[in-house]
């Protein structure tokens, strides 16, 4: 239940504009987040890294907690899918994390506008990823 609320409300920040309000915040100018695509389900981001010359999609999806994870198939380069899947789960745990401690932030600044707890996730998810991303992309091309 928690997840599909997290979802939603990162969805509905995406699709107000909050995904380029990030993107503009950001300080480090070789980054960038986009919007690949916004569905019901999943919500995707274009990041580009290391000044543009890499290029990674990052896909949030609406998965409920019944749901299992889909069972990768083996591939060539178990490590790279190995990677990605790890930094998956984290992300996911991360952004529930991120979530719950912005709510406890508006429940104590009551006269805060709810509505600013999507885009802070979202800014803050950003800046979380950024470095793990560019990390992970480093690794699997040495």
Not at 20 to 47: P, Q
Not at 72 to 87: F, K, M, N, T, V
Not at 104 to 133: H, I, M, N
Request: with cysteine; charged share 25%; glycine share 4%.
């Amino acid at each position: 239940l928690l997840d599909a609320l997290v979802f939603s409300r990162l969805r509905q920040a995406v699709l107000a504009g909050a995904s380029t309000r990030a993107a503009e915040a950001s300080h480090d100018k070789n980054s960038r987040w986009k919007v690949s695509r916004v569905v019901a389900s999943e919500v995707a981001l274009l990041v580009l890294l290391n000044g543009g010359r890499e290029r990674v999609e990052v896909v949030i999806r609406n998965r409920s907690a019944h749901d299992e994870p889909a069972e990768e198939p083996e591939s060539p380069d178990g490590e790279a899918s190995r990677l990605w899947q790890w930094l998956a789960e984290l992300s996911a745990l991360q952004l529930r994390d991120l979530y719950m401690h912005h709510c406890k932030r508006q429940e104590v600044a009551a006269g805060d506008e709810a509505t600013s707890a999507p885009l802070d996730v979202l800014l803050a998810f950003e800046a979380w990823a950024q470095p793990r991303l560019e990390a992970a992309v480093r690794y699997l091309s040495s």
